[in-house]
């Protein structure tokens, strides 16, 4: 049996290790773009999980309503099942991003896997979604947030970006639009990634209507607020610019 301190000590750092790999801003285990929360007037959503059935055709009806292009993070396994949807988001101008093939927990993924995971997804976007390899998209977005020191090195290796976000709606789980809208309202703050979900990771066909209906709230009220929505890549030419 181990000490109690030393027990007590190795938790600790279980307990330090785990939380700074999944909180969403912390920079400990690599760089990350997040936006510039706090400074100017834009936003950009952000959907992972889809493409998704019917949910994502109704984010787009809604994003066409508002005319705002968004970010979105697909998952290659329903890319390859739903490459319509993909298409329909490239036609009307959104960004895409790489959420990897299958959304496992890159914390306990091998290099070897991830590398599989970022390259299969890419395929099948190359292959299904955008019909241009030379289009690959440079954004990747780890499932869950989760990663380790390697996952953000290898993801920049290959090329990518690793986007995360600084405002979460909670709109993973089962909820409502009041819910959703009221997560928003509390954190926004000007340049901010608002993190939703149009799929959901377990199965294609997962309700998000209340992502949905929250995010026809959001436009009205912060567009008629002066803020403007923006894509990610376009978020990011600001910074350098
Ligand atoms: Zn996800």
């Known amino acids: 049996m181990l000490p109690a301190a030393i027990a007590t000590a190795s938790l600790a750092t279980a307990a330090f290790a785990g939380y700074h790999s999944l909180a969403w801003r912390s920079q400990l285990y690599g760089r990350t773009f997040i936006g510039t929360p706090?400074?100017?007037?834009?936003?950009?959503?952000?959907y992972d999980d889809g493409p998704n059935d019917p949910d994502t055709q109704l984010l787009?009806?809604?994003?066409?309503?508002h005319n705002?292009?968004?970010?979105f993070f697909l998952i290659g396994k329903y890319v390859q099942q739903r490459p319509d949807i993909v298409h329909r988001i490239a036609a009307e101008g959104h960004e895409i991003g790489n959420?990897?093939?299958?959304h496992p927990n890159l914390i306990v993924t091998s290099d070897s896997a991830l590398r599989g995971e970022l390259e299969s997804c890419a395929n099948s976007l190359a292959d299904f979604g955008r019909g241009f390899p030379s289009n690959r998209t440079r954004l990747f977005?780890?499932?869950?947030?989760?990663?380790?020191?390697?996952?953000?090195?290898i993801a920049r290796k290959l090329g990518y970006?690793?986007?995360?976000?600084?405002?979460t709606c909670f709109d993973w789980k089962s909820t409502t639009a009041?819910?959703?809208?009221?997560?928003?309202?509390?954190?926004?703050?000007?340049?901010?990634?608002?993190?939703?979900?149009?799929?959901?990771?377990k199965h294609l066909g997962t309700d998000r209507r209340h992502t949905v209906e929250a995010t026809d709230r959001i436009l009205t009220r912060y567009k008629s607020e002066g803020f403007d929505f923006v894509t990610v890549p376009e978020m990011m030419e600001d910074l350098s610019s």
Do not use: Y
């Open 161 to 167: 970006t690793p986007i995360m976000w600084s405002v």
């Open 60 to 65: 787009l009806d809604v994003l066409a309503k």
């Open 99 to 102: 959420h990897t093939f299958t």
């Open 68 to 71: 705002v292009k968004a970010t």
């Open 141 to 153: 977005r780890p499932p869950f947030g989760a990663r380790r020191p390697s996952t953000l090195r």
């Open 38 to 46: 706090g400074h100017g007037r834009k936003l950009a959503l952000t």
């Open 178 to 201: 009041d819910r959703v809208e009221a997560h928003v309202i509390r954190q926004i703050r000007g340049g901010d990634i608002i993190l939703m979900h149009d799929g959901g990771h």
